[in-house]
């Protein structure tokens, strides 16, 4: 079990970096004008801005039944669906990464920052998917929770650090590999979707 709730996190951090978004966008047009100095801050954003969300959406999570709980993972996993159409009608539609004025290492940080904050994203990423997830792993043990939340940002950032690289260096395969991962974060937001699905009705 401990396995499948580590791959679980691996998958959700994977597919939140790949999913279009203004956090990503943000990175990525940084990295184009910039360079991957300059953006590479920024992929730190979500580790400043979610402790608050965080903790607010498991105060509220440990305060209600466990029937409550279910019915937020089954919300998640129609959020999944939800997040597997959009990343598929992004690679189906792809948009270029349009170009941000040039700022410096910690402007891209705070910028990011304020706008992960701000964005309602968070909020619904925490208490439809990952929420849940870390309260039923901190449940079974508090390391099976560190390990999740490890293993989510660990691939998370990993994500956005090899797109920004990408994007910096190789502007045309930068945009071949995003639109490539696209398509691999539908499917596997898709295929997430099902088995959290089994999980709550199992």
């Keep these: 079990m ?36 300059k953006a590479l801050p920024a992929v730190f ?16 999570l440990n305060s209600v039944s466990a029937g409550f709980v279910r019915v937020l993972q089954i919300g998640g996993a129609l959020f999944l669906l939800y997040l597997a159409w959009d990343s598929f009608r992004a690679y189906r539609n792809y948009v270029e990464v349009e170009e941000q004025a040039e700022a410096k290492g910690y402007q891209t940080l ?6 992960n904050l701000l964005s309602p994203g968070p909020w619904l990423f925490w208490s439809l998917i990952n929420g849940p997830n870390l309260v039923e792993a901190w449940q ?9 939340l490890e293993v989510f ?24 590999v995003r639109r490539a991962l696209l398509l691999a974060a539908a499917i596997a937001l898709a295929g997430f979707a099902v088995y959290q699905s089994c999980r709550v009705w199992g």
Aim: proline share 5%.
């Design 153 to 176: 940002y660990g691939v998370f950032i990993l994500t956005n650090v090899v797109l920004i690289v990408l994007f910096s260096s190789m502007r045309q395969m930068g945009e071949k």
């Design 140 to 148: 079974v043990s508090p390391w099976w929770g560190v390990g999740y």
């Design 2 to 37: 401990l396995i499948s709730t580590l791959l679980s996190a691996a998958t959700v951090g994977f597919s939140a970096g790949v999913t279009p978004g203004p956090l990503q966008a943000l990175l990525l047009s940084y990295a184009i004008k910039g360079g991957w100095k």
């Design 45 to 60: 954003a979500p580790v400043v801005s979610d402790g608050p969300v965080i903790l607010l959406v498991l105060l509220i």
């Design 110 to 115: 705070l910028k990011a920052t304020a706008m």
